[in-house]
């Protein structure tokens, strides 16, 4: 059944693809210049899985210093330096890009266009997100300059003023970090116009808003989100760099600037831009779920605007990351509540899903695996999201593993997970070929329990009051036999992650061939080949429901006869 | 096997999309007004914050006629725009040169502030947060003028050397959305910076 | 009502006595002290306390329901084998059952909000009753430094450093201690779990915060706001005394410094090298002030803001290199001689 789906009338055209010579260098070459989105989409996906590997390898030395008291496996120094490039590397060279090589590769195919709306621009976005990337690690070299001490910033992801004054951060590790955040900031801002003016000006003929795949939609809402999420980072970077070089005083605490003002202006980045990380995640979901369930997705009109709910609110609940800084009271209490309000459009979104399955004939295979524990987690991070949301028991979270229990169990546990079944759900559109299922299912299994051994233990370790940021902790504090089972639980997922590395290539020359449309879906990107012709279509689709191939497949029994 | 047409041929209804350039456009605006915002909201926190003079009340003269020259640009590029609309290819070229040309004196206008500012008044970035902020804000909007400028200054060479014509009137229009953004961001940051702020 | 055995408070306690079995040391130390959240002994700790088990019945109460209903869609509605391949029926949304999961949602968070503004007033806007102590904390690369002013138990004003010295409080005589917290460089943040959530310690920007210890001990803690290389070891310790014996250390610690002749060798070490630019020993010229004051250094159990025992050999390990103990610290190795540590040593051990 699943692979009589014939390409759209005319999709495919079939002249023979002009005979390239396949040298090494002209392969590179043609990456290097292309302006393509599908192999953009793939360029931002391998350097995300790049940095994930290197991110992921400064997480696991982080975990053996910790893994027993007074340990002394790097030095201070050394420990600061690794988290702060884990969580920069992680929010920005693999977050980041994630969401422009999800938004790249599929959102086109969805609607049915041959490319996004400015392909050079695409091209020169991925390239200013790669130099940042460049930067940020330029800064182990790069970074004692002349003053000959620190390399690589060690302030935190945070970098809170003034520690990152020049008085106490010499050297110039952190004006590498600023610069990298700006650049890849630009990029970001170049790819967030190209989504929205993509989706807006791009669709094919009948691909009305309403009728748009929930993926596009969750891309096209963090396309616009970006705009004013990272900006405000990109400002402050600005002025945090005014500050290093041109002696300016916007965060100079002895001169009457403030250190205050610096953590509104993160937060007011830092807030919003969580969501826009776990978007992709949520539009993975409603895809995989859908198709997995043999279900169209249940109440699309209150998920596109709890999407929207969740954009809106969050832009305004920023200072639940500052209870601890004596804000008034009244303050404090308005952030409670309007953090708490992020929770109702998004347990829409979870029922929404979970109604989606109800009743359906869920199939696991691992995309439906890995979405299925993204329910799960999701809901566990969120709901210790709520508790971190009231303010007094904030004060004693805050700061401790029990955040970093949280948000590991967002970012990982839903972002990661779903981008893993993003990844086996779209491979044999992008290659042609199946991942490996057995493989898979090892990667599935061995990542969710490592994923578990480590962050479910966090969450006490976080109530026995260990804070983060600690490169060593007194054996006489009792939390030495959690920590090493945290950082068992790290190996754990160190060796699922080789796993699926050796699954990507493995299936990459020897998968099962796919065929256009193996899963049988209801998009249009599963109507061309796989993988899709440059063009993507050579003739435009037209649209005339929510499941364009479900009309194609059962001309019985279309979806546009119910609109 | 041969695909078999089954999508409806054709699709009955009107299909409109919005032009991609006017999209894009109005995105990098948005990003742009949000770094806006955050240094006027920077300005103004700081207003009365800085531990030693000089004082805004002290340096800081209202830049009636600066402001005058870049608000009428709006209107002239205005006029530009209809002009190339029309067909009137002459009056499009006119309209711009007249433009750049307030442009540029509202560029030179700043400039001699600035050197007032910084030879007569000893008032520099690193002087105290007034001249933090307020080198940083404007500095920030004449960085964009002076973006623009270039962005007109190569139409205009583009008109002279006859590659302009009438279909690009929806380019032009796209460009000069950008222009009057910047116009439109002066008025905030005249407010802020000479009224509220001195 | 729930059965006894099911309630949150119940199941909190045992989970929470496990974790204290797992720790070793809550059982060999003398007074039963610890860092965990959720052994308050001072009231805003409790309130928060009791406000966290409310939150974990709530959200607990959610997990059960959706989790619940995440295993039951996955058991029963999994594709069998034999299945006839056909596609199950259709739903595209009921506008009731969304309606009921945006309000009962929507009831939740108004409830929630309601009880944690209570304890947010409750705690912030507290008014200062005539008893309390007042004290002021000022946050340092990597240590602490705790000025008293003239009142009540503390007959003349003075520097204490790194031991925050508090009189214990009872619910009929409350003595609070009111903290101002200032930073003399970067952000810290003051974290004592048992006695109080946390609260940073920001240049310019001065907080306070308020706890009432009402068992005597000595609670640990630590900075909780990355503020360098050695924040890891910038380590907290609140002691709560009787008011008779805090108002004995208070006495002693507003003495200015003993001054013992035999040690007028080790005395002129310190008074000449740069010790004295930054270290204060009250009633002789060491005045200087980027370091901790020393004036009572012998009276502390711990040094280097509680990292190690205040032994002799410790003391004269960290003034010949304190980058052994506390590496990155600001505190340089002096480049003594063995004799002068030797005499450094001896005279910083007389101050009692
Ligand atoms: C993808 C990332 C992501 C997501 C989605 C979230 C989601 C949420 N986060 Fe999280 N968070 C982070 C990433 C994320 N967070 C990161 C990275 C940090 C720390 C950064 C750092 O310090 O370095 C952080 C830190 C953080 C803090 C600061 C902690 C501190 O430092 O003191 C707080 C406090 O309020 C918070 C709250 C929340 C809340 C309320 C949600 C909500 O959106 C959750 C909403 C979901 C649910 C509530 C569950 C489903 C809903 C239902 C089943 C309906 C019924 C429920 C109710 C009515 C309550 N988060
Ligand atoms: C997307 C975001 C993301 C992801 C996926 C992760 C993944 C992980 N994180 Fe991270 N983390 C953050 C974002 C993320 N983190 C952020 C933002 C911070 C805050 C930083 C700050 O405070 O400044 C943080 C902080 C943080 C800390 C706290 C540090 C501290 O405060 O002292 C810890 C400690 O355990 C930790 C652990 C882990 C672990 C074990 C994983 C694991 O899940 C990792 C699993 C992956 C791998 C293990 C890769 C496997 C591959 C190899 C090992 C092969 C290597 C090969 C080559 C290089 C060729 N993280
Ligand atoms: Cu002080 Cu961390
Ligand atoms: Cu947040």
Not at chain 1, 26 to 35: E, F, G, P
Not at chain 1, 96 to 104: D, G, H, Q, Y
Not at chain 1, 457 to 481: C, K, L, N, S
């Amino acid at each position: 059944m699943a692979d009589q789906t014939l390409p759209i009338h005319g999709a495919l055209d079939l002249t023979p693809p002009r005979e390239s010579q396949h040298t090494l260098l002209d392969i590179l070459h043609d990456w290097v210049i292309t302006v393509d989105h599908k192999k953009l989409g793939l360029m931002y996906m391998m350097m995300a899985i790049f940095f994930l590997l290197v991110a992921g390898a400064e997480a696991i030395c982080i975990r053996i210093q910790l893994a027993v008291p007074n340990n002394h496996f790097i030095s201070p120094q050394t420990f600061n330096r690794l988290f702060t490039m884990h969580g920069t590397t992680m929010v920005f060279l693999v977050g980041m890009p994630l969401v422009f090589a999800w938004a790249n590769y599929i959102v086109p195919l969805q609607i049915g266009a041959r490319d996004m709306a400015f392909p050079r621009l695409n091209a020169f976005s991925f390239w200013l997100t790669f130099l940042g990337g460049i930067f940020l690690y330029y800064s182990f070299i790069g970074g004692p300059g002349l003053y000959g001490t620190g390399s690589a910033p060690d302030v935190t992801w945070w970098a809170y003023a003034p520690l990152t004054a020049k008085a106490f951060s010499p050297g110039h590790a952190t004006d590498y970090w600023a610069l990298a955040l700006i650049v890849t900031g630009f990029g970001t801002i170049g790819g967030g116009i190209n989504i929205m003016a993509t989706v807006l000006s791009m669709r094919c003929k009948g691909m009305t808003l309403m009728r748009m795949p929930l993926f596009t939609w969750l891309m096209f809402v963090n396309g616009a989100f970006v705009l004013i999420v990272i900006t405000p980072l990109t400002a402050a970077q600005v002025m945090l760099l005014i500050d290093r070089y041109l002696g300016g005083h916007f965060f100079d605490t002895q001169a009457g600037g403030s250190a205050t003002v610096w953590m509104h202006f993160f937060w007011i980045f830092g807030h919003p831009e969580v969501y826009v990380l776990v978007f992709p995640a949520f539009a993975i979901a409603s895809e995989v779920i859908q198709v997995f369930s043999r279900k169209a997705i249940f109440g699309y009109p209150a998920m596109v605007a709890a999407v929207v709910g969740i954009a809106f609110v969050s832009l305004g609940v920023w200072a639940h990351h500052m209870f601890t800084i004596g804000m008034t009271s009244a303050g404090n209490a308005f952030f409670v509540l309007s953090t708490s309000l992020v929770g109702i459009p998004t347990g829409i979104k979870i029922f929404n899903w979970l109604a989606t399955m109800w009743g359906g004939k869920i199939r696991f295979a691992t995309p439906m695996l890995f979405c299925t524990a993204f329910l799960f987690q999701f809901l566990c991070a969120g709901l210790t999201g709520i508790m971190l949301s009231v303010a007094p028991w904030d004060w004693q979270l805050h700061s401790s593993y029990f955040v970093i229990a949280h948000f590991h169990y967002v970012l990982v546990g839903a972002i990661v997970f779903n981008v893993f079944a993003g990844i086996y759900y779209w491979f044999p559109k992008a290659t042609g070929r199946m991942m490996s299922e057995t493989l898979g299912k090892w990667h599935f299994w061995l990542f969710f329990i490592g994923f578990h051994v480590t962050f479910d233990t966090m969450h006490f370790v976080g109530f026995e009051g260990m804070p983060r940021w600690i490169y060593t902790y007194p054996a006489d504090r009792g939390w030495q036999h959690l920590n090493l089972v945290v950082s068992i639980g790290g190996v754990i997922q160190a060796i699922a992650v080789l796993l699926f590395a050796y699954n990507l290539i493995w299936s990459l020359f020897k998968g099962k061939i796919a065929g256009n449309d193996p899963w049988d879906a209801w998009t249009l990107e599963w109507a061309t080949s796989s993988p899709p012709p440059i063009y993507n279509f050579a003739t435009d689709p037209v649209v005339r429901s929510r499941r364009p191939l479900w009309d194609l497949k059962h001309p019985e029994d279309p979806d546009w006869k119910y609109d | 096997m041969s695909a078999i047409p089954l999508v409806p041929a054709s699709y009955e209804q009107e299909w409109h999309l919005p032009s991609k350039g006017r999209v894009g456009m109005y995105g990098l605006i948005i990003a742009e007004s949000a770094i806006f915002t955050i240094f006027v909201v920077a300005y103004v926190y700081y207003i009365g914050k800085s531990l030693y003079g000089p004082t805004p009340q002290q340096v800081l003269d209202v830049p009636i006629f600066n402001t005058i020259c870049l608000l009428s640009s709006s209107v002239t590029i205005w006029l530009s725009e209809r002009a190339i609309e029309r067909g009137n290819m002459r009056g499009f070229g006119l309209w711009w040169a007249v433009t750049i040309t307030l442009g540029t004196i509202f560029l030179v206008g700043t400039g001699m502030e600035w050197y007032k500012l910084i030879y007569h008044d000893g008032l520099t970035i690193r002087t105290n947060l007034f001249g933090t902020t307020f080198y940083s804000l404007v500095g920030l909007h004449a960085t964009h003028v002076v973006i623009g400028l270039i962005m007109l200054g190569l139409t205009l060479i583009f008109t002279l050397t006859g590659h302009v014509r009438q279909e690009h009137s929806e380019r032009v229009q796209v460009l000069a959305l950008y222009w009057h953004f910047v116009d439109a961001v002066w008025v905030v940051v005249f407010t802020v910076v000479y009224i509220v702020g001195r | 009502m729930l059965p006894k055995w099911l309630r949150v408070e119940r199941i909190v306690r045992l989970a929470f006595a496990f974790a204290l079995a797992l720790s070793s040391h809550a059982l060999a130390e003398g007074p039963q002290t610890n860092t965990h959240i959720l052994s308050p002994v001072s009231t805003p700790a409790t309130q928060i306390y009791q406000l966290s088990l409310f939150i974990i019945e709530i959200t607990g109460a959610i997990f059960v329901v959706v989790a619940g209903l995440l295993t039951f869609v996955i058991i029963r509605f999994r594709e069998r084998s034999g299945d006839d391949q056909s596609e199950p029926a259709q739903v595209y949304g009921s506008n009731q059952v969304e309606l009921a999961w945006t309000v009962i949602p929507v009831l939740i968070v108004v409830v929630l909000f309601l009880t944690t503004a209570r304890v947010i007033f409750a705690i912030q806007d507290a008014p200062m009753p005539q008893a309390a102590l007042e004290v002021t904390s000022v946050g340092h690369q990597f240590w602490w430094e705790y000025r008293y002013p003239k009142q009540g138990l503390v007959g003349q004003d003075f520097v204490a450093v790194n031991e925050l010295h508090v009189p214990l409080s009872s619910a009929d005589h409350p003595t609070p201690t009111y903290i101002k917290l200032l930073s003399a460089d970067v952000v810290h943040s003051f974290w004592v779990p048992q006695l109080m959530g946390k609260i940073d310690l920001i240049p310019n920007h001065p907080n306070d915060m308020w706890i009432d210890p009402l068992q005597p001990g000595i609670y640990l803690g630590q900075c909780a706001q990355f503020c360098g290389v050695q924040h890891a070891n910038m380590l907290l310790r609140v002691y709560v005394d009787s008011p008779e014996r805090f108002a004995a250390w208070a006495a002693n610690q507003a003495r200015p410094a003993v001054q013992d002749p035999s040690v007028a060798a080790g005395r002129h070490v310190f008074e000449t090298q740069a010790c004295m630019n930054c270290h204060v020993v009250r009633g002789t010229v060491a005045t200087g002030r980027f370091g901790p004051d020393l004036t009572h250094l012998a009276s502390r159990d711990t040094l280097a803001s509680g990292m190690i025992p205040n032994t002799r050999d410790n003391l004269r390990a960290w003034i010949k290199n304190p980058d052994a103990f506390k590496p990155g610290c600001l505190m340089p190795a002096m480049q003594l001689t063995d004799e002068q540590i030797d005499q450094v040593t001896n005279y910083l051990e007389t101050l009692k």
